[in-house]
Nanobody
Framework: QVRLVESGGGLVQPGGSLRLSCAGS????????MSWYRQALGKERELVAN????????TYADSVKGRFTISRDNARNTVYLQMNSLKPEDTAIYYC??????????WGQGTQVTVSS
C-alpha cells in the first residue's frame, strides 16, 4: 500500500522556521521525483518545490525562492522542506507528492503550517 506521511507542521511566528518531512512507503521512493505543494484556504493548490529522483537541480516557486530548501534522503525514503523567514502568506496545508516515471503520482494527507504572531 502506497503511503506518504507528512509531519513537522505547526504554528510559528513570522520570521521563524519549520522543517517539514514526508516519509514514503509502498513504492520505490528513489525512482520518483518529489514535490511539495501547498493550498491556502480558499485558494488553489500550488507547486512550491521540486527535486528530481537523483537529488540534482531543484526548482522553486518565485514566492519561496531564497527562503525554502527542498532535499531528500533516499536511504530513509524521506523528502524535506526547510522553511526559513516564514511569512503569514506562507500559511497553508502543505502536501508532498511522489512523481513515479510514467505515473500520475501519489499524494500525502497534508500538514498544516500557520504563520502568525
Amino acid at each position: 500500500q502506497v503511503r506518504l506521511v507528512e509531519s513537522g507542521g505547526g504554528l510559528v511566528q513570522p520570521g521563524g522556521s519549520l522543517r517539514l518531512s514526508c516519509a514514503g512507503s509502498g513504492f520505490t521512493f528513489r525512482n520518483c521525483g518529489m514535490s511539495w505543494y501547498r493550498q491556502a484556504l480558499g485558494k488553489e493548490r500550488e507547486l512550491v518545490a521540486n527535486i528530481p529522483r537523483t537529488g540534482g537541480t531543484t526548482t522553486y516557486a518565485d514566492s519561496v525562492k531564497g527562503r525554502f530548501t527542498i532535499s531528500r534522503d533516499n536511504a530513509r525514503n524521506t523528502v524535506y522542506l526547510q522553511m526559513n523567514s516564514l511569512k503569514p502568506e506562507d500559511t497553508a496545508i502543505y502536501y508532498c507528492k511522489a512523481r513515479p516515471p510514467g505515473g500520475t503520482g501519489y499524494w500525502g494527507q497534508g500538514t498544516q503550517v500557520t504563520v502568525s504572531s
